[in-house]
């Protein structure tokens, strides 16, 4: 089986550039302006796509203040209740094929996260190129199956996710056709601490799934995703905010856009620096070998004179005969006077 997507126009495969999403989430702070900023920012720092997420308080929970209903976890949220929470945080419906169609004008893939059944027929309609199943659904296998039913790509986040659960809803996604599927290694906690992140379980999920992997990062800073690419990620998501100092629900752990625009030129950079498996010169490493070490005269020799450690040396540049003869040319006489300075070759050595 070929690991390979189509998300719009763009192809993600192990030969292909990593796809770079910034995550709008609710950064826009129900502002419109500061959402269309933020997919204009995002491409002027080179990502590839943005997301939005799709849901409003009632389709994601119920109206309720009572122990189960309020956030208690140790979280950038707590006493708050769910519904109080993505009340602040949804992006208003009626913005969506706005932003969608802007960030088409500008060169960008827009899709999103839908939580219910609803969002999923509204999203449809609007024929977003992917979806994206958020960390807290993985478990909602009617959902996934209801999305994947849908023929388009699936991007699923491990956040709070065991092997068995990613197995369940990869499982849903295949189950109705749908082979398009991505897995992102992710961690929910907000931000989330170094210690917890486990990259080098992202080539295990492509290697356990046959599926396409990256990585959906909540941690502060860019050192995570860069390491994420190397290690094979093929997707980074990064939540992304105009400024941290406009506070918002997400703010604390969104990059900035002039972050956001370092970590796409490192990941660029490290995609260059990984390269593939060669052990070819290229022409500037050919040259460069003149550096290395060889057989050099490091004193005046005479016709007749013997070969000794005191009159020949493995030495830069790389000029001479190669090291491996030196125990070899060791006794030999010389042929004729040389002066110290010069490589050693093999018509200098009488056999």
């Not at 900023?37 to 009632?58: F, M, N, P, R, S």
């Not at 958020?134 to 478990?139: D, G, M, R």
């Not at 752990?253 to 972050?259: G, R, T, V």
Request: glycine share 6%.
């Amino acid at each position: 089986m070929k690991k390979k997507l189509k998300i719009g126009n763009r192809t993600i495969s192990n030969n292909d550039s990593v796809f770079i999403v910034a995550e709008i989430s609710a950064n826009h702070l129900h502002n419109f302006n500061n959402a269309i900023k933020l997919i204009k920012k995002a491409k002027e720092v080179g990502v590839d796509a943005v997301k939005l997420q799709t849901y409003t308080a009632d389709t994601m929970t119920i109206n309720c203040d009572n122990k189960y209903f309020k956030i208690n976890q140790g979280t950038l949220w707590d006493e708050r209740t769910f519904y109080d929470l993505y009340k602040e945080a949804y992006t208003p419906w009626e913005w969506q094929p706005k932003l969608k169609k802007i960030a088409e004008e500008e060169g960008l893939i827009c899709f999103s996260s839908p939580f219910d059944k609803t969002a999923v027929d509204f999203l449809d309609n609007m024929d977003v190129p992917a979806y994206k199943i958020a960390s807290f659904e993985i478990t909602d296998i009617p959902l996934i199956e209801y999305i994947a039913s849908k023929g388009k790509p699936v991007i699923l986040a491990t956040g709070i996710a065991t092997l068995s659960d990613i197995e369940e809803a990869v499982n849903a996604c295949r189950k109705v056709g749908n082979n398009q599927i991505a897995i992102l290694k992710c961690t929910s906690a907000y931000p989330a601490p170094y210690e917890d992140i486990n990259l080098k379980t992202i080539p295990n999920l492509a290697q356990t799934f046959n599926v396409i992997s990256g990585l959906s990062d909540h941690t502060l800073g860019i050192s995570v995703p860069i390491a994420a690419v190397a290690l094979g990620a093929k997707i980074v998501e990064k939540h992304f905010t105009l400024s941290r100092s406009y506070g918002g629900p997400d703010a604390a752990f969104s990059l900035e856009p002039e972050e956001l625009k370092t970590m796409v030129k490192s990941i660029r950079e490290t995609e260059k620096a990984l390269g593939e498996v060669s052990y070819r010169l290229t022409d500037k490493m050919e040259k460069s070998r003149e550096f290395s070490r060889s057989l050099f005269v490091v004193k005046d020799i005479k016709t007749g004179e013997i070969f000794t450690e005191e009159n020949i040396r493995s030495i830069r540049p790389g000029f001479g005969l190669h090291p491996r003869y030196y125990k070899e040319v060791i006794g030999k006489k010389a042929n004729y006077d040389i002066e110290k300075g010069v490589p050693l070759q093999w018509s200098m050595v009488k056999f």
